[in-house]
Each structure stands twice: as C-alpha cells, then as structure tokens.
C-alpha cells in the first residue's frame, strides 16, 4: 500500500503558502522545491480542484491559501491528491462459492469490511487533527521562527522586481 | 491510496481455516471462494512467509494455522500480503532547493513526516486490536453458528473421500 508522492509535495506547498504574503506564481513554488514545474503544477491544479488553494490572475497573481491554514486539515490534503476512498475496497468475497451468504443476508459489511473501516476511520481521524497551522507551527517550533521569514522574504523580492510575471501555472 | 486486494483473499482464508479440524488443501480453499487457485495460492504462500500458516505433506496435507486464532492480527495479515512499510515514504523534501535544511539539522523527522507517521501508527493499532479469532467470532454473531459448522462439515468429506489427495498448493 503506497500513498500517492503527490501528497507529501500538496502538503509543502500549502505550509509554504501559510509564509506567503502574497499569491505565489507554481513556478516559484516549484522553483523553491528545485522540482519539475510540470509535476508540481499536477498537485497544486488537486488542491485548487479541492478548494484548499486557489489562482489569483494578474500581476501579482499566483496560488494562495483559500481560507485559515487552522481550517485546513492534512486530510483534506491527503484527500485531494489521493482521493477519498479507503484503501480498502470490499469485493464481497463472503457472497461466493457453494457457500455463499446470500445477498440478501449482507445487509451489514462483513466483518473483515467493518475492522478495516475501523482502522481507515483511525487513521483519517489522525490526519484530521493535524491542520496546515498546525504543521507550520511545528516547523517554527524545530527551526526557529527564522526559518519562516526567511521563506517570506525569498517569495517576495521577485513579485517586487518582477512585477509583470503573471504564470500563475492554472489548470489547463 | 489502495491496498493489495489479496489482502481481503487472505483474512477471508485465515477465517475459514479456523473451522477446519484438519490441514486445508490450497484448491479446496481457492474452490470454496470461487477464485483462481493460482491467484489464491500467491496469497496461501505469503501468509506460510510470514508463519501465519503452514503446509503440512502427506495424504492428509494442506494448509493449517501456525498458532491459536487469537494470536494472529489482522494487521499481521495485512501485512504478510502488502509488506510492513508505512504508506507515506517522506523523501526530505525539506533538503531540496534554495533554502534547504542542511542534513545535518534533520536529524529528526519533519512535521509532516511524523504526523503520516502518528496517523499509521493508529492505523496499525486499529488493526492489531483486531484478532482473526475475533472476526470468527463477528460471523458466528452476525450469523449465527451454523456458518462454521458448514463450514467444518464441507471441508471435510472431501478428506475423508480423497484420501490420496495431497496438493497443498506449496510455494514453487
């Protein structure tokens, strides 16, 4: 079982958002994780699909966080990028063979469906009590709030000497 | 995000094999679930890699539990079949680009890698809660016991009748 690579870009991205001022051109993004733009652009056109970031046009356009990085959970994120379904999928194995439980009896998942569901529930119940906040906020405290500033300020000075820039890397 | 679907063959297996008084043959299993002997006996032959069951020779051979159904997870299963490794792989995205983390300041996980972590680790609890005896014991008061009395009953006239039958469908 593997989750998607995607995620773990989605969600630098959306901590290094939470440094930015203003919108940041996917090209800076990418350039910043030295990663191909073409890749980066995938997962950030999964965010904006997701509503978590969206493209500001013009000038001083670029991606921005939709709302509160504290409303935002690494759910949301993971979901974004890798989807909603539970690794587990139920194919039913228990209405098969000669003795099969017949529909009409499996009302209720199996037992197999319902402890995979249960673990599926604890690990989402995981991810949704960590927020981008939340994360941004344990860098700060392992780093020192340097590490922060230091992110804002190298976002900034290109939109202020580049002004015309305007690759906000939108969905095609 | 999606796991083995030979996972759901396995624990379908493991539960079966806790009704049998007698070493299950790997087609006899694979003809009860209506599946693919060979694609059943891939899922036969991780659980005997990782000591969950083993094949025993001889005319009345096949495949037995190693220990009590009590002491197998769920989440020993799961991992026979998909490997023990999280689904999150962190790739120190943290080192890469213009404000890089030096390697030696990342000494620890990052805030992202070990919120993956903490939420794999409840997943992995969930499921070692979880006991392929206490799945028996859900279908047995979802169904009530005449589910594994069947299940005894079919299993074995096939030994009784086929005495020379001893493919246990081991690993090549």
């Given at each position: 079982m593997k989750m998607s690579g995607g995620v773990e870009w989605a969600l630098h991205c959306c901590v290094v958002l939470t440094a930015a001022r203003q919108p940041v051109p996917a090209a800076r993004l990418a350039e910043l994780h030295d990663v191909s733009g073409s890749y980066l652009a995938k997962q950030l056109q999964n965010l904006a699909r997701a509503g978590i970031i969206h493209a500001v046009q013009g000038h001083a356009g670029g991606y921005a966080l939709t709302?509160?990085?504290?409303?935002?959970t690494v759910l949301d994120v993971v979901e974004a990028v890798d989807?909603?379904?539970?690794a587990f999928q139920c194919t039913e194995i228990r209405q098969r063979g000669p003795l099969a439980t017949p529909p009409e009896q499996c009302i209720r998942p199996c037992a197999i469906h319902r402890a995979m569901t249960a673990a599926d529930e604890a690990w989402r119940a995981s991810l949704r009590a960590v927020t981008i906040a939340g994360l941004a906020q344990t860098v700060t405290d392992d780093n020192g709030p340097q590490v922060f500033a230091g992110m804002r300020e190298w976002l900034l000075p290109l939109r202020e000497a580049e002004p015309g820039e305007g690759d906000v890397g939108q969905p095609a």
């Amino acid at each position: 079982m593997k989750m998607s690579g995607g995620v773990e870009w989605a969600l630098h991205c959306c901590v290094v958002l939470t440094a930015a001022r203003q919108p940041v051109p996917a090209a800076r993004l990418a350039e910043l994780h030295d990663v191909s733009g073409s890749y980066l652009a995938k997962q950030l056109q999964n965010l904006a699909r997701a509503g978590i970031i969206h493209a500001v046009q013009g000038h001083a356009g670029g991606y921005a966080l939709t709302r509160d990085p504290a409303e935002i959970t690494v759910l949301d994120v993971v979901e974004a990028v890798d989807g909603p379904r539970p690794a587990f999928q139920c194919t039913e194995i228990r209405q098969r063979g000669p003795l099969a439980t017949p529909p009409e009896q499996c009302i209720r998942p199996c037992a197999i469906h319902r402890a995979m569901t249960a673990a599926d529930e604890a690990w989402r119940a995981s991810l949704r009590a960590v927020t981008i906040a939340g994360l941004a906020q344990t860098v700060t405290d392992d780093n020192g709030p340097q590490v922060f500033a230091g992110m804002r300020e190298w976002l900034l000075p290109l939109r202020e000497a580049e002004p015309g820039e305007g690759d906000v890397g939108q969905p095609a």
